[in-house]
């Protein structure tokens, strides 16, 4: 970046201060609250447990008992209902987990891992459900959506204007790294908030982008292939044509079918079909528990009438778009790594809601305070050829 560009009283710098300023200071709240409530989902499944044990923890010690078990049970748990699947436990979740659809709602059911006994579900208004509702919905449903998606690039646009305004030239840019604590509280609030944004922004933006995704997600992907194409590989799905075949193969049998595949491996999850095309999938993974991350698992898909595998096609080469694509959901929630990656997660991601307030405080202790403190200028001196006020446009400098 040019010298010139980056001089503190330069033209371009007071356009990008007050950018950042008034953009910080509409979509504060907004970045405290999707903050927060990002840092703790972190660890949604921990905050579960301890909110709702009898539904998260084993009962019984043993063998672990098999998907076909749990989805029987499920299933005369709920007849009236639709099954969707279910997943094995998981590194971070001991029970078994299924999907049904009753009475236009969607139930998160639980199962002991060693019993298959039908634990409950997860309440409709959890705290973890409130939780998720307000980070990705703001409590306002579709138009909350958008809403959060709208800022989601305005925080990304602070992300960008941010080091522009924090680059305290190249003698002093490593002081710019760290806060000094000695300094009057006002200065400290200032230094806080550079240091920490310089040190978060790469986490902060990437975070932003792939907010911006989950609400935006076609017109991401078509960003996204414009600039490195998108492969994309059409599951394998049943053939109508089969559905006179009888008998059809009970799920038990389908699993069987599908271990012919795998083995060595442990079913991780068993996905029913939604559709007279869809497939009877077994996805498998390598150990038990099932790591975190479908990235882990390897599916097979069987015809849902007569059990005959399926054949995946071969998928081509990734392109650097795809990999793109396949990182937005493990980079925003942080589900790739193990716990060490989670804490960073939590750590940083309440930086941005650190970044709001101590903006605020800015923002009100050096424009809102200073002028209600300002005297009122005589009617006098608004007459033509009086003196003016000035207003400074670096007030925060």
Wanted: charged share 20%.
């Amino acid at each position: 970046m040019s010298v010139s560009l980056l001089d503190r009283s330069g033209p371009l710098r007071r356009v990008l201060f007050q950018v950042h300023l008034w953009v910080g200071v509409a979509a504060a709240l907004y970045v405290l609250v999707v903050s927060v409530t990002g840092a703790a989902l972190v660890f949604r499944i921990h905050l579960q447990r301890a909110v709702h044990p009898e539904l998260l923890t084993a009962r019984t010690d043993g063998p672990q008992a098999d998907m076909v078990t749990v989805l029987e049970r499920v299933r005369d748990a709920y007849p009236r209902g639709r099954l969707s699947g279910v997943d094995a436990p998981t590194t971070v979740r001991p029970t078994h987990l299924a999907y049904v659809t009753e009475d236009d709602r969607f139930r998160t059911v639980l199962s002991d891992p060693v019993t298959a006994e039908v634990l409950g579900e997860l309440p409709e208004h959890s705290v973890v459900r409130t939780l998720q509702d307000l980070h990705f919905d703001l409590l306002a449903g579709s138009t909350g959506r958008v809403i959060n998606g709208i800022g989601a690039l305005c925080l990304l646009l602070l992300c960008a204007t941010g080091p522009f305004i924090w680059w305290p030239g190249r003698a002093g840019w490593r002081r710019g790294l760290a806060v000094d604590w000695g300094r009057p509280w006002k200065r400290v609030t200032w230094e806080l908030h550079g240091a920490v944004g310089i040190w978060t922004l790469v986490l902060t933006a990437g975070w932003a982008v792939t907010g911006a995704y989950f609400v935006f997600p076609g017109e991401f992907r078509a960003a996204v292939n414009r600039i490195s194409p998108l492969t994309t590989v059409r599951p394998p799905q049943s053939n109508p044509d089969h559905r006179a075949y009888a008998p059809r193969p009970t799920w038990r049998e389908m699993v069987d079918l599908a271990r012919r595949a795998e083995p060595d491996a442990f079913v991780a999850r068993v996905v029913l079909p939604a559709t007279d095309e869809a497939s009877f999938r077994v996805l498998f993974a390598d150990r038990r528990p099932t790591p975190l991350g479908s990235r882990h698992l390897r599916t097979v898909h069987l015809d849902q009438y007569t059990g005959e595998r399926l054949a995946a096609p071969e998928p081509p080469a990734a392109t650097l778009g795809d990999t793109v694509m396949a990182w937005i959901g493990p980079l925003h929630f942080g589900n790739f790594g193990g716990p060490g990656i989670r804490a960073v997660w939590l750590v940083t991601g309440l930086a941005p809601g650190l970044l709001a307030v101590t903006g605020l405080i800015l923002w009100w202790t050096r424009v809102v305070a200073p002028r209600r403190r300002r005297p009122r200028v005589p009617q006098v001196a608004l007459q033509p050829g009086a003196p003016v006020v000035p207003l400074a446009d670096d007030v925060l400098d």
